[in-house]
Nanobody
Framework: LLQLDESGGGSVQAGGSLRLSCAAAGNIYRLYCLAWFRQIPGQERNLVAR???????????DSFKGRFAIAQDTTASAAFGVHLQMDSLVSQDTGLYYC????????????????????WGRGTQVTVSS
C-alpha cells in the first residue's frame, strides 16, 4: 500500500504562483509513476503532469505547458514525493488537485488516464481569482 498526502494549495490571484507537494508513505521501495490530476465539480479528473521515478520520463499536459512543471522531491528529508510548480496561474486552473501513483511498468512512460492509477491522495484545493 502507498499513502499520498498533498499540500500547498490555496487561493491566489491570476498571474500568481503556487507549489503543490505530494509526500508518499508506505511501500516506497519500488518504482512508481507519480502524477497530478485536476478535477472541477461535475467533471472528470484531468491529467496535469506525470513523472516516472524509475527513469527520466516527465510530461506536462498541453494545457499547462510553459506554466507548470513537475519534479521529484530530492530533498534528504523526503522519503518519496513530487512537486508541481504552477506559475502564471489563470482562473481556469481552479480546481481540486490530486496526487496519484501507479506502479511502473515501463521506465520510459507513465499512464495518461486516471483509471490506470492505483493510489490517490485526498486532494488540495487551488483557487485562482481574476
Amino acid at each position: 500500500l502507498l499513502q499520498l498526502d498533498e499540500s500547498g494549495g490555496g487561493s491566489v490571484q491570476a498571474g500568481g504562483s503556487l507549489r503543490l507537494s505530494c509526500a508518499a508513505a508506505g511501500n516506497i521501495y519500488r518504482l512508481y509513476c507519480l502524477a497530478w490530476f485536476r478535477q472541477i465539480p461535475g467533471q472528470e479528473r484531468n491529467l496535469v503532469a506525470r513523472v516516472n521515478t524509475g527513469g527520466d520520463f516527465t510530461a506536462v499536459a498541453d494545457s499547462f505547458k510553459g506554466r507548470f512543471a513537475i519534479a521529484q522531491d530530492t530533498t534528504a528529508s523526503a522519503a518519496f514525493g513530487v512537486h508541481l510548480q504552477m506559475d502564471s496561474l489563470v482562473s481556469q486552473d481552479t480546481g481540486l488537485y490530486y496526487c496519484a501513483a501507479a506502479p511502473v511498468i515501463s521506465r520510459s512512460r507513465c499512464p495518461e488516464h486516471s483509471a490506470e492509477y492505483t493510489y490517490w491522495g485526498r486532494g488540495t484545493q487551488v483557487t485562482v481569482s481574476s
